[in-house]
C-alpha cells in the first residue's frame, strides 16, 4: 500500500520479554518519528529519524528502549525487558521534510502492545 | 516548551449540526504550526488541517476550518455539517521552528454524532 505501515497490530508480551516493533514508511520519505501513546492521552514522542540518523531520542523513556533506521527506510523500535508501563499504542509517522513545503506526517495504524 | 491544553474531554453534536472544539497552546517559538488530526477507533492518525503562525487567513479544508486566534492563543476547530464518520477522538497539536519536527499533543477530545 501507499500509506504508513506498521507490524505487528497487536502484540502480547510476558513481562521482561524483548519486543520488536516494525515500521514502512512511505517510499520516499526523508522523515520517521516514533511516539507512545498511553491509554486515554495523546501521543508522546520518542524519537525522530532524518534517513538513517537519529537526530532526536530525547523522549525515549528508558535505555531499554532503542530505535534503528540503519538503511534510511524500514525502522524497528526494540523494548527490552518489558515491563507493564510500556502497554501502549506505539504511533509511526512519515514525512518528506526536508524535502518540499511544509507538510504534515503521515501515521501508521499502530502497534497496540500490552504487556502481562 | 511547547503546551497543547484541550479542555474538552468529550463532546456531542446532532447530525448535520457544526461543532467547535477547543485548544490552546502555549509556545515561545515565534514561528510555529498548529495542527488537527483525527484518531478513529481503528488508530491511525489522520490529518485534518494546518494552520502556520504567520499565515493571514484561517486556514480551511472542506467541511473543517481552523478559527485561529493568535494574541489568544487558540486554534479552534470547527466541523460542519456533522456526519456520523466524524465519531472519533481529536488532537490538537503543534510543532516548532526548525529541524525538530516532533509534534507536541493535546490529550484530545471524544466527539460522538447522534442520528
Known amino acids: 500500500g501507499a500509506g504508513v505501515s506498521q507490524s505487528p497490530r497487536y502484540k502480547v508480551a510476558k513481562r521482561g520479554q524483548d519486543v520488536a516493533l516494525r515500521c514502512d514508511p512511505i517510499?520516499?520519505?526523508?522523515?520517521l518519528f516514533w511516539y507512545q501513546q498511553a491509554l486515554g492521552q495523546g501521543p508522546e514522542f520518542l524519537t525522530y529519524?532524518?534517513?538513517?540518523?537519529?537526530?532526536?531520542k530525547s523522549g525515549l523513556p528508558s535505555d531499554r528502549f532503542f530505535a534503528e533506521r540503519p538503511e534510511g527506510s524500514v525502522s524497528t523500535l526494540k523494548i527490552q525487558r518489558t515491563q507493564q508501563e510500556d502497554s501502549a499504542v506505539y504511533l509511526c509517522a512519515s514525512s518528506p521534510f526536508p524535502k518540499g513545503a511544509n507538510t504534515e506526517a503521515f501515521f501508521g495504524q499502530g502497534t497496540r502492545l500490552t504487556v502481562v | 516548551a511547547q503546551k497543547i491544553t484541550q479542555t474538552q474531554p468529550g463532546m456531542f453534536v446532532q447530525e448535520k449540526e457544526a461543532v467547535t472544539l477547543d485548544c490552546t497552546y502555549d509556545t515561545s517559538d515565534p514561528s510555529y504550526g498548529l495542527f488537527w488530526y483525527k484518531q478513529p477507533s481503528s488508530g491511525e492518525m489522520i490529518f485534518l488541517i494546518y494552520q502556520g503562525s504567520y499565515d493571514q487567513q484561517n486556514a480551511t479544508e472542506g467541511r473543517y476550518s481552523l478559527n485561529f486566534q493568535k494574541a489568544r492563543k487558540s486554534a479552534n476547530l470547527v466541523i460542519s455539517a456533522s456526519q456520523l464518520g466524524d465519531s472519533a477522538m481529536y488532537f490538537c497539536?503543534?510543532?516548532?521552528?526548525?529541524?525538530?519536527?516532533?509534534?507536541?499533543w493535546g490529550l484530545g477530545t471524544s466527539l460522538a454524532v447522534n442520528p
Open positions: 517510499s520516499g520519505h526523508v522523515s
Open positions: 529519524f532524518q534517513n538513517e540518523a537519529q537526530l532526536d
Open positions: 497539536a503543534t510543532r516548532g521552528a526548525g529541524n525538530n519536527r516532533k509534534l507536541i
